[in-house]
Structure formats: C-alpha cells, structure tokens
C-alpha cells in the first residue's frame, strides 16, 4: 500500500467521509510506477459509493491490472467539502492508488451511465488540470475516453472526450492500452494514435467526423475524414464463459450502495420491451454456464470475506440454468452463512419453486415490472404480460408469507391515455384486495404495494426512439391524477422528478450542438447534477436560450422514420428498419415474440454470424 501523501492527509481530516478519498482498500492494486507502461485512471462521474457499486468498472479495474505493466486506477468525483480542501491546497484530482494527479497518466477513461453526469465530467476534468474540450489537449497524453450505455450516442459530449468504446470494453480496453504502449515508444502524435485506434472494432473518434446540418436545424448526414468507417460497429463479448472476470474485488472502508458480491450470470434480454434500452444494445443474449458462475461466487466471496451476492442481469428469472444454479449455490450459502440477492425478476415465470428458494435467501418485499396498468398499454409496449400473470404471481407470493410488493411503472408512454393512467392505481388496488381475500394470509399482518412511477424518456436504438417524450406540464397533470385516484392507505406512489427526466430526454437524443449547453452549464456551476441538491434545471434552461437552441426540439418532437439521427452512423447490430417496424407495431397494439421463441429478425444473428442462440 502506497502511504497517503502528508498534504492530502491534512485535507483529510477536515472532511465529511475521508475514506471515499484515501484508498488503500483490500484487494486494490498498488504498482511501481516505473516499472509500467501504460497507466489507466478508471474514471466514475459520480461518488464513491455510487462508482464502488457499479459492476463493468470492476471487472476492467480487474482486467487492466491483470497485465503487468499495465496499472489501472479508480477515481470519483468529489463531494463539496473536498473540492473545497483540494482547491485550497493545490491538490488535483488523483488515483486513489498512488494519489498522482490523473493529467500524469495515459488513458483517462468515463464510464457514462446516465446523461446528467455530463458535467461532472467536465468538473473532473478541470479539477485535474486539463482543459475540457479534446482540441485544446493536444499532446498524445492524456487521452481522454468514454464508454458505457451512454456512449451510444456521443455526440453531445463529442466536444470533451478523444474516442469513445462503443459496446463492450473487456477486449477494446485492453487493445487501446496495447495500442498507446505502442504509441509511446514509437513517439506517435495524438492523431496518430487516434486515426490508429478508430480501424479497431467498437471505437468511435468523434473529431473524424463533421455533422452537416438542415436549415430547419435537423442533422443530414455525418461525413467521416482521415479513413474512418462510414458506420462503427460496437464490440461484442462472444463467450462469456471465456472472458475475463475478476476474482476479487477491491472492499470499500466505508458503505456504498451496493455492498455485496456481483455475478454476472448472462448478458442481454430476449424479452424486447419497445422502451428499454439496455435490451437492445446488449443483443444478442449469451448465458454463463451455471458451473462458471458457482466458481465466480466463491472466488470473490473468499477474496472480499461478503456474505450475500446478487446474481446479475437484465432478466434474473430468465436465466435458463438458474433451477442447477440456486440448487448447488443455496446449498453452499447455507453451509457458509452467504445470502443471495436476485433481482429483476419477471412476473409471468416466478414460480412457487422459484419462490421457496429465494425465501431461503430473501425475506423482505418482492419487486416486479408491469410498467403499465392495462393490458392494451403492456401490448404497446411489448411488455408480453398479463393482468392475469401479475395477480397469479402476488398471490404465489401472498401465499409464501410475503406482505410487501413492490410494483415498477412507467408514466408517458406513446399512446398513454388518462384511462392507462389511472390503471396504474386500479391494478395496485387489485393486489391489495387479493391479498385481503386469501384465508393463507397472516394473522395482524396488513400488505404494503409500493407503486414507483418513472417517466418515460426516449431511448437510441430502441423502437421508441422515434417517439417524442410527453412534455413536463402533461407529465405533472399525469402524476396529479395518478395521485388523486388512490383510495387505500395500504398503497404508497413515489414518481421520479420531471424536470430531471425532461434534461436526460435532451441529452440522449441530442447531438453536438449540445455540447455548448453542457459546457455553459458546467461554468455555472453544473456538476452531481443526478443528486437532487445539485440539479438546478434554471441552469440548463438558461444555457438552450442564451445558445438559441430549443430543449423541446430534442426532447418533445416525435421524429420521421427516414430523419438521420446522431446515432446513425454507430451500429449496435439491431437494424433501425426493425426499430422502426417495432415502432409500427407499437401503434397497432401488436406484440413480438420473445427471441428465445423463435428469431425475430432484428439483425443482431447476421451481425454475429450464427444463431444468437447456437
């Protein structure tokens, strides 16, 4: 373990929370900086607690620091109070492993995993001393990266970062660190690097493209320069029983929001909700075998000493080993004392069998997702579940000894009425009322149904990317009806921020124009803008009209099948002519099979060369 510097140990001890700050955690890596090549400082635009949580900057931490000569690093954005500290004392912002200001290192890499933390990207940037914009940082380190979920459309962040990976990074990381290796001992410039880096699969270089835009401010066309693909194609994981994954994760000092083991058990979604993002773009589904996950647990629950672990995915209950898996992993838990945690579980497969096993590890409420409150909405969105399936699952669950469900749905969905709205209450109503009328149910014991209200934001690359979100004004008058309707105490509704939702519509559809307002933002003081307290949605409106730019255009406007996107030229390997068709069938109220049924012809099986379930 590296000591901790005498300058930053002072600051420590005038702040909430020093051990977000001061690493040398068990299990995390500390090297001899002369004795490697290639330095990667792994970048969270968020705390510590929310970074620490999150699985895909584990397992690179992991992948990057299995090479010898190559050291990876963690860094979170700073809390008030430390920015504060750091700025009087002339401190940048550093690695939490050998607390060296980030600017000395290689590749400065952000994982995006939700639009509003934007800013918080430029404020680590600026509190480590580099300028923000990618033109004014022209030496060949550091080169600044981004990728995750959000990375499919970068362009409103296209001004900022140098290259982004489009997909999968477990394979790309390690061929970006190879290729800067290279780049240092050649002596190569900055575009070297990058004209170098863009022939590799998933890796998008935004300052090779030149957006052309109408006279009616839509985008026409993006014009790739210096030999970049027209269209970049994300990278795919192809085995994930072959692919890395960490043996040990590194274990906070101090609480984080998810502290507990994480096994990813499969990766991607067969189920085609029209709005979730996620479940197109990490088509097509692959599966770990139940042997390899059972290893993953017991290897990182050895290293780390946690006793509960999550089995991970978009669709938990979806896992087709999960029966061999629960059977042999229960067993152990209860030898070891270890808990198990699975979530995402789906209504319309939760089983009695599947229930008695997660009570052996689970005894609090259970969550499930209708996402809307009448069948004809549930069809729009291809949700594939039924009225029945919901009320049969919470009587499965009422049944076992549970008095606490947790219901998910979305509010301003395309084609939503006040009647669908108002299903939301009456469906809840249902569940307390069936669990009323059970003799099974306990003795002085009442139920509590939680409704969680999001509101819909449109998505790239899902079929309702097309659709226009419903302004903030109809999103308030649709929460005050949802709210008027309930007629139980037994019921409580929580339903997300408007504005929060209206912002994170702008920047996921956005495109580079955008990267002005998130700059201007920024300079007024814009950063941790997904906490509550930091959100200040003056900011962004002052930012679109002092640029005169709409945030409607963006987030309100439904768009024509034929308009170019700033996502268009980036391939995730579903075809937007399926979108589109999913789009059509949306509005006849038609449902899609779900893929492990029969391919639906998305594009993903030509993409990878085989049947996605082969």
């Known amino acids: 373990m590296i000591p901790i510097p005498e300058k930053l140990d002072r600051v420590l001890s005038r702040v909430q929370k020093p ?68 700025t009087k004392a002339g401190i940048l912002l550093y690695g939490l492993e050998s607390f ?12 995006l995993q939700y639009e509003m933390s934007y800013t918080t990207l430029l404020e680590m940037l600026d509190q480590a001393g580099l300028p923000v914009r990618a033109e004014d940082r022209p030496a060949l380190t550091p080169l600044v990266i981004g990728g995750g979920p959000c990375a499919c459309n970068p362009e409103p962040l296209a001004d900022f970062v140098d290259l982004f990976v489009l997909g999968e ?58 030999g970049a693909p027209a269209v970049v194609s994300k990278a795919v994981v192809k085995d994930l029983d072959k692919v890395f994954y960490p043996k040990e994760f590194v274990v906070p000092f101090s609480s984080i929001v998810h502290d507990r083991v994480m096994v990813e058990i499969m990766r991607g979604c067969s189920r085609g909700c029209r709005f979730c993002q996620a479940g197109f773009l990490y088509r097509p589904i692959r599966e770990k075998r139940w042997e390899t996950l059972e290893q993953n647990a017991k290897d990182l629950c050895a290293a780390t000493g946690y006793e509960e672990v999550s089995l991970s995915s978009l669709s938990t209950s979806d896992y087709s080993q999960l029966s061999p898996l629960l059977g042999s992993l229960l067993d152990w838990g209860d030898a070891h004392k270890v808990s198990f945690n699975l979530p995402s579980l789906r209504v319309d497969n939760f089983s009695q069998e599947l229930m008695e096993k997660i009570q052996r590890v ?52 395309p084609g939503e009425t006040d009647e669908d709205v108002v299903g939301i209450i009456r469906l809840a109503q249902k569940v307390i ?24 934001v449109p998505k790239p690359f899902t079929p309702f990317q097309f659709e226009p979100q419903d302004t903030p004004e109809e999103l308030v008058r649709k929460q005050k009806l949802l709210v008027q309707n309930i007629s139980s105490r037994k019921m409580k509704v929580n339903y997300h921020d408007v504005n929060t939702s209206f912002w994170e519509a702008v920047l996921a559809r956005g495109d580079r124009r955008l990267g002005r307002a998130i700059e201007k933002v920024w300079r007024a003081g814009g950063r941790l803008e997904s906490w509550d307290q930091y959100f200040d949605p003056g900011r962004w409106e002052r930012a679109m009209e002092e640029l005169g730019l709409d945030p409607r255009f963006y987030a309100c406007r439904r768009r024509e099948m034929e308009e170019v996107t700033p996502w268009d030229h980036l391939d995730y390997g579903v075809s937007k002519a399926f979108l589109a068709a999913e789009n059509q069938r949306a509005k006849e109220g038609t449902t899609t099979r779900n893929c492990r049924e029969g391919c639906v012809g998305c594009g993903i099986q030509k993409r990878m060369g085989r049947s996605c379930f082969a």
Not at 434 to 456: E, H, I
């Open 433 to 456: 009322d069936l669990y009323y009328s059970l003799p099974t149910k306990p003795k002085g014991k009442g139920v509590t149904v939680t409704v969680s209200c999001a509101c819909f």
């Open 362 to 413: 689970r005894k609090s409420g259970l969550t499930f997702a209708p996402e809307a409150g009448t069948q004809r909405m549930r069809d729009v969105i291809n949700k594939n579940v039924t009225e029945e399936e919901v009320m049969n699952t919470c009587r499965t669950a009422f049944e076992g000894g549970y008095t606490a469900v947790k219901l998910y749905f979305m509010l301003g969905l």
């Open 100 to 111: 060296t200001p980030i600017r000395e290192m290689d590749l400065i890499g952000f994982t």
């Open 19 to 86: 051990g977000r700050y001061a690493g040398g955690e068990l299990n995390s890596v500390a090297k001899d900086r002369d004795q490697v090549s290639v330095r990667f400082a792994m970048c969270f635009p968020d705390l510590y607690e929310v970074g620490m949580s999150h699985l895909g900057m584990k397992i690179l931490y992991s992948l990057i620091n299995s090479r010898e000569d190559y050291w990876c690093e963690r860094v979170f954005a700073v809390e008030d109070d430390m920015a504060q500290e750091m």
């Open 169 to 226: 990074g477990e394979e790309v990381t390690l061929a970006l660190c190879d290729l800067m290796k290279e780049a240092k001992a050649a002596g190569w410039t900055k575009e070297e690097y990058l004209r170098r880096a863009s022939r590799l699969e998933g890796v998008y270089v935004p300052a090779f493209y030149q957006p052309v835009y109408g006279e009616d401010g839509r985008l026409l066309e993006m014009r790739p320069s210096q």
